[in-house]
């Protein structure tokens, strides 16, 4: 069974960097063709895809974020983290980890977690 | 960035009613497109991927149909669980992008 969980910081203040982890089981980030991406919903708004890792540890962030981003993983801990720096107001949102499975659709997502920014 | 246009942004229906949703990629994505369902503070789940291709475990009135830019979400029998919003994705090319979603709700 595939199971994906984010942790990290529920409120932040503007400036702050956010690190935010993506703990999972049920499949290995170094088998071929595995990926995992993040993804956030401001309240009441709709989702944004943020980044993307793949197996092979090439990296694909969303432009308009890029500056901001960065995404890594730990095969042996099966986690990926996604730090975003400068922390603003307007990324208050619940932040997703999903996993991207041989179809190439995110098949399996985390409950996700919630993050403030404010000071 | 492929815009993603999703029609009606919310809709009520009775149960039994068929629902149909569509989503218009503004350039051609070929068949590379997702339907997520999201139901009040859960997470989004993939029901159709590939425009038609129903993801294991869905229950057989979702659909997906269209290539190229315009693609259709139904539910050919509306339940009460389907109460939630849905959104198309594209993964043709990055960022990868979602439709605003429609919400159904039942009349």
């Known amino acids: 069974q595939v199971t994906l969980k984010e942790s990290g910081p529920a409120l932040v203040k503007p400036t702050q960097t956010l690190t935010l982890t993506c703990s999972f089981s049920?499949?290995?980030?170094?088998?071929?063709?595995?990926?995992v991406s993040w993804i956030r919903q401001p309240p009441g708004k709709a989702l944004e895809w943020l980044a993307r890792i793949d197996w092979d540890d090439d990296k694909f962030y969303s432009p308009s974020l890029k500056t901001r981003l960065t995404i890594s993983k730990d095969t042996s801990k099966n986690q990926v983290v996604l730090t975003m720096t400068n922390m603003d107001p307007v990324d208050t949102a619940t932040y997703y980890c999903a996993r991207i499975g041989m179809t190439f659709a995110m098949d399996v997502w985390g409950q996700g977690t919630t993050v403030t920014v404010s000071s | 960035d492929i815009q993603m246009t999703q029609s009606p942004s919310s809709l009520s229906a009775s149960v039994g009613d068929r629902v149909t949703i569509t989503c218009q990629a503004s350039?051609?994505?070929?068949?590379?497109l997702n339907w997520f369902q999201q139901k009040p503070g859960k997470a989004p789940k993939l029901l159709i991927y590939d425009a038609s291709n129903l993801e294991t475990g869905v229950p057989s009135r979702f659909s997906g149909s269209g290539s190229g830019t315009d693609f259709t979400f139904t539910i050919t029998s509306l339940q009460p669980e389907d109460i939630a919003t849905y959104y198309c994705q594209q993964y043709d090319n990055l960022p990868w992008t979602f439709g605003q979603g429609t919400k159904v709700e039942i009349k």
């Open positions: 350039q051609d994505i070929t068949n590379y």
């Open positions: 049920g499949f290995s980030l170094s088998t071929i063709g595995m990926r």
